[in-house]
């Protein structure tokens, strides 16, 4: 059984960086696709970006292109979510998960990690 573990988040303000950091159990790096999403409170939860691990092709939403990068350290079993430019509506606990192809909502993915808490304030 494949685990992911996140960890990174934290409390900054409003403007400032912060880099998540996910890393898998799984031995062949499998399956091929790593995602993270967010959550708030009462709401669904957010797909923000995915990457490949063999091939490290990226999908981004709309909401995080050119303050979020996603990229991957294979030999660390690790994957990253470095988040430039947060503001207070991020405010999120953020999930890496995993699956075999790109997908953007939560049910595509079949195992997930435990979430970190991410706080922006104003």
């Known amino acids: 059984q494949v685990q992911l573990v996140e960890s990174g988040g934290g409390l900054v303000q409003a403007g400032d960086s912060l880099r998540l950091s996910c890393i898998t159990t799984?031995?062949?790096?499998?399956?091929?696709?790593m995602g993270w999403f967010r959550q708030a409170p009462g709401k669904e939860r957010e797909f923000v970006a995915a990457?490949?691990?063999?091939?490290?092709?990226?999908d981004y939403a709309d909401s995080v292109k050119g303050r979020f990068t996603i990229s991957r350290e294979n030999a660390e079993k690790t994957v990253y979510l470095q988040m430039n430019n947060l503001a207070p509506e991020e405010t999120d606990v953020y999930y890496c998960?995993?699956?075999?192809?790109?997908?953007?909502?939560?049910?595509?993915?079949?195992?997930w990690g435990q979430g970190a808490q991410v706080t922006v304030s104003s």
């Open positions: 990457i490949t691990w063999i091939s490290g092709r990226t």
């Open positions: 799984s031995r062949t790096l499998s399956p091929n696709v």
């Open positions: 998960a995993t699956t075999r192809r790109f997908a953007r909502i939560a049910k595509g993915y079949t195992t």
